[in-house]
């Protein structure tokens, strides 16, 4: 598995370091909510006119193409292999009618918070990266298994994985005005006690609907079932293990087989490779890889 090999050797290590002042850096932000990012109104727009089934795609258009690096990555996402179909998108046109609008709202989303979160030292960058290609393997597994399980809405599986992970950036961003970087293992232990608390603000000051914060809520509770179908969590939790194996981040994790998640999978998606990941994930490899240099 070229990629998750690569991506393991990407990870560092760093002593550990007094981890008291992070805390107190993190509980001055969480206590002042005015510090962390509001969305862009150019955002705003652009999903209002989403969620209003009388816009037409080229009205839609007209307000994506404001921002070109937007417009790139949504023609770029149509036509890569975990969207792609026989027919091409040609135009931005074609890109929102193939992918659907509730997946286009996921990219405005996923593209709005990058950057909002522009780190200024190279210590917070590295680790910004390391995050967000995490996250972006994340969301490659979830759009997978979106698919292969053909789960509906298809967007509130992949929109939710994404969105699990603005905690994480939150707590970065929390250092900008701070003259010292936490070491990755200190920002991985930040991130355990804060991310899922900081989520839940921006989700809310952002006035994202409840369900997306249940998510963040559950998100790695392994156990987590309120019914035997599969949910939008379950693939989630899914892709959060496997990302989580993959970034060596696996010391404490169950076997996938104990997963709630995993039982709830069709027969056909259970077998598992030589690591004890998904068969299925290993198998889309490169799918997952070109989604990825996408995304960073």
Not at 32 to 52: F, M
Not at 91 to 112: C, K, P, Q, W, Y
Request: glycine share 4%; net charge positive.
């Amino acid at each position: 598995m070229v990629l998750f090999a690569a991506v393991l050797a990407s990870c560092y290590t760093q002593p550990m370091a007094t981890i008291s002042v992070y805390r107190n850096v993190i509980n001055q932000v969480m206590q002042g909510e005015e510090r962390l990012p509001s969305l862009p109104a150019i955002t705003l727009k652009i999903r209002r006119a989403i969620s209003d089934t009388n816009t037409p795609h080229s009205k839609l258009a007209g307000l994506i193409m404001q921002d070109p690096a937007l417009s790139a990555l949504i023609m770029k996402t149509a036509n890569s292999a975990l969207y792609k179909t026989l027919a091409p998108a040609n135009t931005l046109n074609d890109a929102i009618r193939l992918l659907g609008r509730e997946v286009v709202d996921g990219l405005v989303m996923n593209h709005s918070v990058k950057s909002l979160f522009v780190m200024r030292s190279a210590a917070l960058k590295q680790l910004f990266m390391l995050s967000w290609r995490r996250q972006a393997v994340k969301t490659a597994i979830c759009i997978l298994l979106t698919r292969q399980t053909k789960f509906t809405p298809t967007f509130l599986p992949v929109t939710g994985c994404f969105l699990s992970e603005v905690g994480t950036l939150a707590v970065l961003s929390a250092f900008n005005n701070e003259p010292r970087a936490p070491s990755e293992q200190d920002f991985i232990v930040l991130c355990r006690e804060y991310a899922k608390r900081l989520g839940i603000i921006l989700l809310k000051k952002w006035q994202l609907d409840d369900s997306y914060i249940d998510i963040v809520r559950q998100a790695g509770n392994w156990q987590y079932s309120q019914t035997n179908a599969m949910t939008a969590l379950d693939l989630i939790n899914l892709s959060l293990y496997h990302s989580l194996v993959i970034f060596s981040q696996a010391h404490d994790l169950p076997p996938i087989q104990q997963l709630a998640s995993y039982n709830k999978l069709p027969n056909g998606l259970k077998p598992l490779d030589s690591i004890g990941l998904l068969q299925l994930i290993s198998q889309h490899e490169d799918a997952i890889a070109d989604y990825v240099a996408l995304a960073l």
